[in-house]
């Protein structure tokens, strides 16, 4: 495997968790309620870690790594554990789905990803097990997480508000890790491991492939990315560290009320910059039906008869009752569509974006046979993003926070004995 393919590799996959060693006499370094795991489980996550990052091997390197790969080791028992109450059961379906989508984003063949885990020496149960831990995760924030969060019209509105009042400034697109801190005398040990990542970054080590084995929160599958965000989307303490960074540098450990956070700033641009191509548009659409092979005559015919209702046409609902009365005709609404995606179409990609509200534009040719559009509303277009897409960030950011809490609340009734790596 090439290395540039081994890091898009690194980039799609979060860290591998050890298959739960069962062989006699290997030593226990922590259990979790009634899961042990041992120091072979914990020497595997570590040397795969290692490779995947491209730090240099060491026994230095293998110390600092362990207390943070133990950590993660120790959530995602915890996460297939709660599965399991909840009777939320992995699949070999979905396991494999999961291995091919890998291989497919990786640009591997059928069944290379096992062969690549080999190369390194990893077992491929491991990776079972480890992925066994993001699917069963997935599903308790959505049977569990995700009925306890709402967002609010009045959310998207606030959210509006400030976005305007930030039109000309610059957004940032950064990645962050993130270790927690779940109670108050945890602290110092969040700190240490944050300082120990921090180290592991100064050596060379690309950001998105230590989030994904290091960071806590909901963004390490992706490398810790959080997005483009604007001044004064995050907590105050992270907000300004996000002004000072430069471009594709890292900072120093943040604390907020949540954890430590190290930042990255991936790029910078001006926000809410017109994007014309990116113009939603509400559509009513009535099409008169037509066989591929149509005849000039008939597709003359059909196009009369289209023009002919476009002139009584005076709204978007004015083509539902046309249709009804059009033979053959059918009508539908398309919502969203973005204009850049009309674009297979020049007459639909010039003539709509025109319209105002309640016009008219057509007839089109289509596969489907000749179509009339009207519009009833658009969004976008000014760089600003739509209530829909507004309502989805707050959604997110609100799961991972109720994600977090739902882990502390995990942590705090298990019982956990951790021994010394």
């Known amino acids: 495997m090439s290395a540039s393919l081994l890091r898009t590799f690194v980039a799609l996959?979060?860290?591998?968790?050890?298959?739960?060693?069962?062989?006699?006499?290997?030593?226990?370094?922590?259990?979790?309620?009634?899961?042990?795991?041992?120091?072979?489980?914990?020497?595997?996550?570590v040397i795969f870690a290692i490779r995947t990052t491209g730090l240099a091997d060491s026994p230095d390197i293998r110390q600092r790594m362990a207390p943070q790969i133990l950590r993660q080791m120790i959530d995602e028992k915890l996460q297939i554990?709660?599965?399991?109450?909840?009777?939320?059961?992995?699949?070999?379906?979905?396991?494999?789905?999961?291995?091919?989508?890998?291989?497919?984003?990786?640009?591997?063949?059928?069944?290379?990803?096992?062969?690549?885990?080999?190369?390194?020496?990893v077992p491929f149960e491991i990776a079972?097990?480890?992925?066994?831990?993001?699917?069963?995760?997935?599903?308790?924030?959505?049977?569990?997480?995700?009925?306890?969060?709402?967002?609010?019209?009045?959310?998207?509105?606030?959210?509006?508000?400030?976005?305007?009042?930030?039109?000309?400034?610059?957004?940032?697109?950064?990645?962050?890790?993130?270790?927690?801190?779940?109670?108050p005398?945890?602290?110092?040990?969040?700190?240490?491991?944050?300082?120990?990542?921090?180290?592991?970054?100064?050596?060379?080590?690309?950001?998105?492939?230590?989030?994904?084995?290091?960071?806590?929160?909901?963004?390490?599958?992706?490398?810790?990315?959080?997005?483009?965000?604007?001044?004064?989307?995050?907590?105050?303490?992270?907000?300004?560290?996000?002004?000072?960074?430069p471009v594709r540098q890292f900072s120093e450990p943040i604390r907020s009320p949540a954890g430590y956070h190290i930042l990255f700033v991936v790029d910078r641009r001006q926000f809410a910059t017109a994007r014309p191509d990116d113009i939603r548009l509400n559509l009513v659409q009535m099409t008169l039906p037509l066989p591929p092979d149509a005849s000039a005559e008939e597709t003359s015919r059909a196009?009369?008869?289209?023009?002919?209702?476009?002139?009584?046409?005076?709204?978007?609902?004015?083509?539902?009752?046309?249709?009804?009365?059009t033979k053959g005709a059918t009508a539908g609404d398309l919502q969203g569509v973005r204009v850049g995606d009309l674009a297979a179409n020049r007459q639909m990609y010039e003539e709509l974006p025109r319209?105002?509200?309640?016009?008219?534009?057509?007839?089109?040719?289509?596969?489907?046979?000749?179509?009339?559009?009207a519009l009833?509303?658009?969004?976008?277009?000014?760089?600003m993003p739509t209530r829909d897409s507004i309502s989805q960030q707050i959604l997110i950011q609100k799961l991972e926070a109720a994600g977090r809490r739902y882990m502390r609340d995990l942590r705090r009734q298990a019982t956990i004995d951790v021994k010394q790596p």
Not at 16 to 35: C, E, F, H, K, Y
Not at 313 to 324: E, I, K, N, P, S
Not at 376 to 383: P, R
Request: proline fraction near 4%; charge should be neutral; hydrophobic fraction near 40%.
């Open 13 to 45: 996959m979060v860290v591998l968790l050890p298959l739960a060693a069962s062989a006699q006499g290997l030593r226990v370094v922590a259990r979790v309620n009634d899961d042990a795991i041992t120091d072979f489980d914990l020497s595997q996550r």
């Open 81 to 121: 554990q709660d599965a399991k109450r909840l009777g939320l059961k992995t699949s070999p379906a979905e396991l494999d789905q999961r291995f091919t989508d890998i291989e497919r984003a990786a640009g591997m063949g059928r069944g290379q990803f096992r062969q690549y885990l080999q190369s390194v020496g």
């Open 128 to 183: 079972t097990q480890q992925i066994d831990a993001q699917i069963s995760w997935a599903k308790i924030v959505r049977r569990r997480v995700r009925p306890q969060v709402d967002v609010s019209e009045g959310e998207i509105d606030d959210a509006l508000n400030r976005m305007r009042s930030n039109v000309g400034k610059t957004e940032a697109r950064v990645a962050e890790i993130f270790v927690p801190v779940d109670r």
């Open 185 to 245: 005398e945890l602290a110092d040990e969040a700190k240490r491991s944050a300082d120990r990542i921090i180290a592991q970054l100064r050596t060379g080590a690309p950001f998105a492939a230590v989030a994904q084995q290091f960071s806590q929160g909901a963004t390490a599958q992706s490398g810790g990315e959080l997005g483009w965000i604007l001044p004064g989307t995050l907590d105050p303490a992270l907000d300004a560290a996000v002004d000072k960074l």
């Open 303 to 325: 196009t009369t008869i289209a023009q002919k209702t476009m002139s009584s046409v005076r709204g978007c609902r004015d083509l539902f009752a046309l249709a009804q009365q």
């Open 355 to 373: 319209l105002n509200p309640g016009g008219t534009a057509g007839p089109f040719r289509v596969a489907e046979g000749v179509q009339i559009v």
């Open 376 to 383: 009833c509303g658009k969004v976008g277009g000014d760089g």
